[in-house]
C-alpha cells in the first residue's frame, strides 16, 4: 500500500488545494486515497488542460483557477489539505510555492507531495529518467519551465526548509499499466521523433538530435518502465 493510502484512508481530507494542478488527475487520487472530503480547489498557471479536469469531475465540489503557485490568493490557514504532484521540478521558484502552500495551510492540516526522483531507479525506469530530462530541455527552448527532476535528498532538504511539524516518506510506483506491453514505450521512441522537431534549426538541434539517438537505444537494450515517485506526507 502506497504512503497516502496508508496514512490518509481513514481520513477527511477537509477542504482541499491542488497546486500545479493541470488535468487536476491528482485531485482524483487524493479524494480517493482519503475516506471523504468536502471540496478541493486545482490551481495552475497554465489554463489548457482546464477543460480535461472539468469534464472529469461533475461534482460542483471540484473546482479550478488559474493561479501562480508563488502567489496564492487565498487567506491564511484556509486549507486542511495541500498538495502538488509533478510540480516541483517545473517551478523556477520552488521555495517560495512552498512556503505558500505551507501559508495557506491550517496547523495541522496534510501537507502532501508526490514528486519523481532522479535517483532510486532501477534500469528500466531511468528510461523514464532519462527521456524525462531530455524533453525537458527541449521544453525549455521552447520557452516553457521544466527542469531536471530533483534527487530523494535534494526533495528532503527543500520540506526540511520549511519547517514543518513531522512528516514521513515513501516511494511511489504507478502499477496502473505496463508500458512495455500497452504499447506506452512504443509511444515514447516516436515521441523522440517528434519533439526533436520542435527544435528543428535551434543551434542545439544537432547535440540533441546525438543524445535522443542514445536514449533509443538505451531504451531498446533495457527497455522502458515508469519512473518512481518520492511521496511525502506531513503536518503543519
Ligand atoms: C507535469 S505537470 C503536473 C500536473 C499535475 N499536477 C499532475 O500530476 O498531473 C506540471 C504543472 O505545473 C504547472 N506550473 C508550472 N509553473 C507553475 C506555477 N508557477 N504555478 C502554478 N502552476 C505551475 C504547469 O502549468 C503544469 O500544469
Not at 482546464?50 to 469534464?55: G, I, L
Not at 500497452?182 to 526533436?196: P, Q, S, T, V, W
Request: proline share 2%; aromatic share 8%; hydrophobic share 35%.
Amino acid at each position: 500500500m502506497n504512503l497516502l493510502n496508508k496514512k490518509l484512508g481513514s481520513l477527511s481530507g477537509g477542504r482541499i488545494l491542488d497546486v500545479a494542478t493541470g488535468d487536476g488527475s491528482f485531485i482524483r487520487k487524493l479524494i480517493d486515497a482519503f475516506d471523504d472530503y468536502d471540496n478541493a480547489v486545482g490551481i495552475d498557471i497554465d489554463d489548457k488542460h482546464f477543460n480535461e479536469a472539468h469534464k472529469d469531475f461533475e461534482e460542483d465540489r471540484v473546482t479550478f483557477a488559474i493561479m501562480d503557485g508563488v502567489h496564492l490568493s487565498f487567506d491564511d490557514d484556509s486549507f486542511d489539505t495541500v498538495a502538488m504532484r509533478a510540480g516541483l521540478h517545473h517551478l523556477p521558484d520552488i521555495k517560495s510555492v512552498l512556503c505558500e502552500m505551507k501559508r495557506v495551510l491550517k496547523p495541522g492540516g496534510f501537507f502532501i507531495i508526490r514528486e519523481m526522483t532522479c535517483d532510486y531507479q532501477n534500469k528500466k525506469q531511468l528510461s523514464d529518467v532519462q527521456m524525462h530530462h531530455w524533453s525537458a530541455r527541449i521544453n525549455r527552448i521552447e520557452g516553457i519551465s521544466h527542469n531536471s527532476t530533483l534527487s530523494r535528498q535534494e526533495i528532503i532538504d527543500l520540506v526540511d526548509g520549511l519547517g514543518l511539524g513531522e512528516y514521513e516518506t515513501g516511494k511511489y510506483t504507478c502499477n496502473d499499466c505496463d508500458p512495455e506491453k500497452d504499447g506506452k514505450m512504443e509511444r515514447e521512441l516516436a515521441d523522440i521523433d517528434k519533439e526533436l522537431a520542435k527544435v528543428e534549426g535551434h543551434p542545439d538541434y544537432d547535440k540533441l538530435q546525438k543524445e535522443g539517438d542514445q536514449i533509443r537505444q538505451y531504451i531498446l537494450k533495457h527497455g522502458f518502465a515508469c519512473a518512481s515517485s518520492m511521496d511525502i506526507v506531513g503536518n503543519k
